[in-house]
């Protein structure tokens, strides 16, 4: 600030470099017995020439160089006219007089030495003293001796016969390189005051590339200062060495009173160099680590939303696992499904608990965003103990649940080995006395089996599982109560009838039937598969005689058997299902081993037409798509099909499961007109010819893929006919209705794809939800008043709805190449879902509604072909729009 606040001087040596050289007038650095300075002026043979202007800049730059102590002494003036004229010391004196900007003392003038201007000078100094206003003395001097009384020698130059060293080129080099020290130390100031105040007014960036930059912009700024700052020192000190080198090159030497001036002024900048830098570098070093705890604070809240939001899926993906499984396969499995997000979630938690613990360290360390770095280390920690404390509540659900189906199985199977034991029974041997004890024995032994497979207490069964027991799940455990109660009622009667053919001890009764079966190995209470499953009635009841004869007792307990075991729904269909799907699997692997890969065989490249040459995809679409799913899957799929032959309920959940797979068939149908077109151009081609034992030619085959989706439609609903009001029937809609999605989805892209005329991408206006055709009425607003529409002709429009746009298209069809027509949809207008309303009903029509438009700007009413039609329309359309609200809100 105090070398800021300085005041310029008028003139520096470097603006009259060329008047000091001519060296008309000098400040030695001489000094008077009282420390007044000494101005001397030479003789100078052009002295009166010299303009004005040129003499009072000089005179004026040499009385602001002595400090203002000694100027304040006065100035002493010694004119050297000792080769002159009396003219000469006249002017002078006059010039002096007229234009001498300091405080004069004394005026010394060595007086022209010839006789006869000598002479002149005493009389004219006389006659002349009042002319020359000066109100200081003026001491004509013959010679340098007499000088030498007033002023000492050692003040005094050569010239005036004194001992000081004068050099005047020197003293301007000294002169010129302090005033240009003193320039840079006001720069280098005023530089680090600029850079300064743009580093207290800059504001934090919010990102960690912009504070980086920032960090690395201030830091090089920084270095380039020091640097200056660094060589202004080096500058500063080079010169005092110059100043002080008479004094180092001979002790004997001795600076003027000036040169120690000029000396104590380059030290007073040096000091105030040095504190210019202190100051700045306090500043910097605070302002340094701002911007090093900005980037750490960036730093962390970049890892804390990355973090974050890690933690966010994981607990997601955790509340997702809110299935606690129907059976012990599906437990076991959602427990390995647990472990695996456990595990998966150990990297987020151990990123999360480091990232915790950087940002106590960044508190501790007195970071100057504690109050925003303490919440994060706080939330952090908390999502973490969620984490964790959600993950032990699910062990410990799925656990119970284990514990519930793995004792709800035992009792399943309990029944089923009992009931397998006593159809196993031969009748015909236990006619015998012999043979009904065998069978008691039997019957004992297995009941004694009874406590460890049997269920508790239903009351404590339900206690203990309260927390899981969901609707499905008690009633799966009541009809295994029930059944363990049935099964139980078959054992006692079958234990009754048996005592009584063991007491009464006559001849065997011979069985009915003329070729009574040998008794079947007994299955252990593992065996799961019962006897009756996949009969037909009368194959029971036959087999129900040919155990027991005409025994009544044989006959009731295979007809309550068959009751608990035959599955409620048509085998026939499952059956039918798994093996169109093996034969579907096969086709698919045949076609694209015989055709799709033996496209890129080199040997029969020369069979491939050119209009098919690198088109493959085109032809095929995403075929070998649907085969990998299709055949990775074959396995598991087909399993879990056969397995809903005696659990026919669970059909359903094998294509929920597969729900988003299915979507591929959607791609394969839009591609097949092109595929279409295609096959016309080339089927007859050498290539589809060969020899393949393919019984259809390859475009059936390739249509074989939409046949499918339909099948599953077709079966699913079959299913459904035989399964109303029974356990599954929920999951069997379920399932239909996604297939009937998926179809629909298909049916809607094979229209969305003969769009034509639209420049936007279709792929951008989001989920196509409707399409159809529909009578159109438009207007537009004039004033406050919209016209009559109802005697304008409708416009015939196909609409296509989606998530973000309304298409309104024009439907044309037209023959192709002697094939049946095809549909393509000309587009014609488009209206953004987010400016739309609705008005669902049209005075006069219940099948119209309106769809308008910026404020009913335009208004467009459309007509469908039913009511059901538009009641589905405006459903969807209010939809989007109720979305849309809630997004903004």
């Known amino acids: 600030d105090e070398i800021m606040q300085q005041e310029i001087r008028p003139l520096v040596a470097v603006d009259i470099i060329e008047q000091l050289h001519r060296q008309f007038a000098i400040l030695s650095g001489g000094r008077g017995k009282d420390g007044a300075p000494i101005i001397t002026f030479p003789e100078f043979a052009g002295f009166s020439d010299i303009p004005d202007e040129d003499f009072l800049n000089v005179v004026t730059y040499l009385t602001s160089i002595p400090s203002l102590e000694a100027a304040s002494i006065g100035f002493i003036i010694i004119i050297d006219r000792r080769r002159d004229k009396w003219s000469a010391v006249k002017a002078s004196l006059t010039r002096i007089a007229g234009a001498f900007p300091g405080n004069l003392q004394l005026v010394f003038v060595l007086r022209p030495s010839r006789f006869i201007q000598r002479t002149i000078a005493d009389i004219g100094i006389k006659l002349y003293r009042d002319d020359f206003k000066m109100k200081v003395p003026i001491i004509m001097l013959n010679s340098v001796s007499d000088l030498h009384g007033y002023i000492d020698k050692s003040q005094l130059t050569r010239e005036l016969g004194g001992t000081l060293e004068y050099g005047h080129s020197q003293w301007i080099h000294h002169r010129t390189a302090i005033e240009n020290f003193a320039m840079t130390v006001k720069t280098t100031a005023q530089m680090l005051q600029t850079f300064g105040t743009d580093l207290a007014e800059t504001e934090l960036p919010n990102d960690v590339q912009c504070t980086e930059e920032l960090l690395s912009a201030h830091t090089d700024h920084h270095s380039k200062l020091k640097d200056e700052l660094k060589l202004a020192v080096k500058q500063g000190a080079t010169l005092l060495t110059c100043i002080r080198e008479p004094v180092t090159r001979s002790a004997n030497s001795k600076l003027s009173p000036d040169e120690l001036e000029n000396v104590a002024t380059v030290e007073r900048l040096l000091a105030q160099l040095d504190e210019t830098e202190k100051a700045f570098d306090q500043f910097w070093t605070k302002h340094h680590l701002k911007l090093e705890q900005c980037l750490q604070l960036r730093h962390f809240e970049h890892d804390f939303r990355e973090v974050k939001l890690a933690l966010d899926n994981l607990m997601e993906a955790l509340a997702g696992f809110a299935d606690i499984g129907d059976s012990v396969t599906r437990v076991e499995h959602l427990l390995r499904e647990q472990k695996q997000l456990e595990e998966k979630g150990q990297e987020p938690l151990e990123k999360a608990q480091s ?177 009756g499953v996949g009969l037909t009635k009368k194959e029971t009841e036959a087999r129900g005689q040919r155990l027991g004869g005409k025994g009544e007792l044989c006959q009731a307990q295979f007809r309550r058997g068959s009751a608990i075991l035959e599955p409620a729904l048509q085998p026939h269909i499952i059956n039918e299902l798994i093996e169109t799907e093996r034969v579907y699997v096969e086709e698919l692997q045949s076609i694209i081993e015989g055709y799709a890969s033996e496209m890129d065989n080199p040997s029969l490249v020369h069979l491939i037409p050119t209009a098919l040459q690198n088109k493959k995809e085109i032809l095929f679409g995403n075929l070998p798509e649907i085969y990998e799913f299709h055949n990775r899957h074959v396995g598991i799929f087909l399993k879990e099909i056969e397995n809903c032959i005696e659990n026919p309920e669970l059909l359903a959940r094998c294509f929920l499961k597969r729900k988003e797979d299915l979507q591929i068939y959607e791609k394969y149908c839009q591609n097949k007109p092109r595929s279409e077109a295609l096959w016309r151009q080339c089927g007859d081609s050498i290539f589809f010819q060969r020899k393949l034992d393919h019984k259809l030619s390859l475009d059936a085959y390739l249509l074989k893929p939409v046949q499918r989706i339909t099948k599953y439609q077709l079966l699913l609903k079959e299913m459904l006919k035989c399964s109303k009001n029974s356990e599954g029937t929920a999951e069997l809609e379920e399932a239909l209705a996604t297939m009937l999605d998926i179809i629909k989805s298909v049916n809607d892209s094979m229209h969305q794809i003969a769009i034509t005329g639209y420049e936007g991408d279709v792929g951008e206006l989001g989920k196509l939800l409707m399409q159809g055709s529909f009578n159109v009425w438009t207007d537009h607003k004039k004033g406050h008043k919209v016209k009559d529409l109802a005697r304008f002709k409708p416009m015939q429009r196909h609409l296509f709805l989606y998530t973000k746009m309304l298409l309104f298209c024009k439907k044309r069809e037209e023959n192709t190449d002697g094939h049946e027509k095809t549909a393509s949809y000309s587009f014609k207008n488009s209206l953004k879902m987010s400016t739309v309303g609705i008005t669902e009903n049209v005075k006069g029509d219940n099948k119209k509604f309106e769809i308008w438009y910026n404020g009913r700007e335009e208004v467009y009413i459309i007509q469908a072909s039913s009511v059901e039609l538009k009641n589905t329309w405006i459903s969807e359309i209010r939809k989007v729009l109720t979305g849309q609200l809630e997004a903004c809100r």
């Open 355 to 531: 990232l915790a613990l950087h940002g106590e360290q960044l508190i501790q360390n007195n970071h100057y965003a504690v109050d925003s770095i303490r919440p994060k280390c706080v939330e952090l920690r908390r999502i973490c103990d969620d984490f964790t404390n959600e993950t032990k509540k699910k062990y410990d659900i799925l656990g119970k649940s284990l514990e519930l189906h793995k004792q709800l199985d035992k009792a399943s199977q309990w029944c089923e080995a009992g009931i397998y034991l006593l159809a196993s029974q031969a009748v015909d041997k236990c006619q015998s006395q012999e043979g009904a004890e065998t069978a008691l024995v039997e019957i004992e032994k297995f009941l004694v089996t009874a406590k460890e497979h049997q269920l508790s207490n239903p009351k404590e069964f339900y206690n203990q599982f309260d927390m899981i027991l969901t609707p499905e799940i008690k009633a799966n455990a009541q009809r295994i109560l029930q059944k363990l109660e049935d099964v139980q009622e078959m054992f006692d009667k079958r234990q009754v009838s048996l005592k009584k053919l063991a007491a009464k001890q006559t001849r065997p009764v011979q069985p009915v039937a003329p070729h009574p079966e040998s008794s079947p190995k007994r299955a252990s209470p593992k065996i799961t598969r019962p006897a």
